[in-house]
C-alpha cells in the first residue's frame, strides 16, 4: 500500500484522516471552535469593563461556570455594591458628595472593592485552572452546544455524549504525544475510541438523520466510526 492510501485513511483516534482535506473538516467543525486548549487560553487577550472606579481587565475566557451574562454581576454590581456597604458600616449616614471625608473615604472603598474584583478576575481566569478545570470547561461548553434548543443541558443525548468524548479523546492523544510511554492513558485512550463509536453507531441506527449532520460538527468522518477500529 502507498503512502497516499495510508494518508488517506482516518486516523480512529482523531476521527478523520491527516489529509489537508481531514484537518479542515476538524478545523471547521463546532467542537473544535467551542473548545478550549492551553494554547487558545494563553493566546486570548484580557477584556476591559467599565466600572464606577475606573475600567477593569478581566479574562477572555473564565472558570467557574461564570458565563457572559453573569459578569456585569460579578465584576461591576458587586464590587459597587461592597464599596457603598463599606462606606455606610464605617460612617453609619449617606454618602453627602459635598462633604470631603465622605469623598475620600468613598475612593478609598471603591479602590479596595477593585483591588478585591482583580483579584477575583485573576482566580476566575481559565489561564490559571488546572487541566482537571479546563476539562470541567469543554465539558460545560459541549454539553451547552450540543443539547437541542428546546432541551438545554441534555447530557443524556448521544451528540452531547459524542461531543464530550471527542474533547477527552484529542486531550489524551495530545498528551500522549508527549508522553509515548504513557501506557496507563493509552489504554484509556482506546477505550475512549470504543465508546465514541458505540454511541455514534447506535445514533446512526436509531436517527439517521442526526447521525449525519452531527459528524461535521464534531469533525469526524464516517469512515473513521464505521470502519474496523484499530486503536
Given at each position: 500500500?502507498?503512502?497516499?492510501?495510508?494518508?488517506?485513511?482516518?486516523?480512529?483516534?482523531?476521527?478523520?484522516?491527516k489529509?489537508s482535506?481531514?484537518?479542515?473538516?476538524?478545523?471547521?467543525?463546532d467542537?473544535?471552535?467551542?473548545l478550549?486548549?492551553?494554547?487558545?487560553?494563553?493566546?486570548?487577550?484580557?477584556?476591559?469593563?467599565?466600572?464606577?472606579?475606573?475600567s477593569?481587565?478581566?479574562?477572555q475566557?473564565?472558570?467557574?461556570?461564570?458565563?457572559?451574562?453573569?459578569?456585569?454581576?460579578?465584576?461591576?454590581?458587586?464590587?459597587?455594591?461592597?464599596?457603598?456597604?463599606?462606606?455606610f458600616?464605617?460612617?453609619?449616614?449617606?454618602?453627602?458628595?459635598a462633604?470631603?471625608?465622605?469623598?475620600?473615604?468613598?475612593?478609598?472603598?471603591?479602590?479596595?472593592?477593585?483591588?478585591?474584583?482583580?483579584?477575583?478576575?485573576?482566580?476566575?481566569?481559565?489561564?490559571?485552572?488546572?487541566?482537571?478545570?479546563?476539562?470541567?470547561?469543554?465539558?460545560?461548553?459541549?454539553?451547552e452546544?450540543?443539547?437541542?434548543?428546546?432541551?438545554?443541558?441534555?447530557?443524556?443525548?448521544?451528540?452531547?455524549?459524542?461531543?464530550?468524548?471527542?474533547?477527552?479523546?484529542?486531550s489524551?492523544?495530545?498528551?500522549?504525544?508527549?508522553?509515548?510511554?504513557?501506557?496507563?492513558?493509552?489504554?484509556?485512550?482506546?477505550?475512549?475510541?470504543?465508546?465514541?463509536?458505540?454511541?455514534?453507531?447506535?445514533?446512526?441506527?436509531?436517527?439517521?438523520?442526526?447521525?449525519?449532520?452531527?459528524?461535521?460538527?464534531?469533525?469526524?468522518?464516517?469512515?473513521?466510526?464505521?470502519?474496523?477500529?484499530?486503536?
Amino acid at each position: 500500500m502507498d503512502q497516499s492510501s495510508h494518508t488517506d485513511r482516518p486516523d480512529p483516534v482523531l476521527g478523520h484522516s491527516k489529509t489537508s482535506d481531514g484537518q479542515k473538516l476538524w478545523s471547521e467543525s463546532d467542537l473544535c471552535n467551542i473548545l478550549l486548549t492551553p494554547e487558545k487560553l494563553l493566546q486570548a487577550q484580557p477584556r476591559q469593563i467599565s466600572t464606577e472606579s475606573g475600567s477593569l481587565p478581566i479574562p477572555q475566557h473564565l472558570n467557574f461556570g461564570i458565563k457572559s451574562q453573569e459578569e456585569e454581576l460579578v465584576f461591576q454590581t458587586l464590587p459597587d455594591v461592597a464599596s457603598q456597604q463599606a462606606f455606610f458600616a464605617a460612617e453609619r449616614a449617606q454618602f453627602d458628595p459635598a462633604n470631603e471625608r465622605h469623598v475620600q473615604l468613598s475612593q478609598n472603598f471603591e479602590a479596595k472593592a477593585k483591588i478585591n474584583a482583580v483579584h477575583l478576575s485573576r482566580l476566575a481566569d481559565l489561564r490559571n485552572a488546572s487541566a482537571a478545570g479546563i476539562a470541567a470547561e469543554n465539558r460545560r461548553r459541549c454539553v451547552e452546544a450540543f443539547s437541542p434548543p428546546d432541551k438545554p443541558n441534555d447530557t443524556g443525548r448521544s451528540e452531547v455524549q459524542a461531543a464530550i468524548l471527542t474533547a477527552q479523546i484529542r486531550s489524551l492523544h495530545s498528551h500522549l504525544q508527549q508522553h509515548t510511554h504513557d501506557i496507563h492513558n493509552r489504554r484509556s485512550l482506546r477505550i475512549l475510541v470504543h465508546k465514541r463509536a458505540k454511541i455514534l453507531r447506535y445514533l446512526k441506527r436509531t436517527a439517521p438523520d442526526r447521525y449525519i449532520a452531527v459528524l461535521p460538527r464534531l469533525g469526524l468522518e464516517a469512515k473513521a466510526v464505521e470502519g474496523e477500529l484499530i486503536v
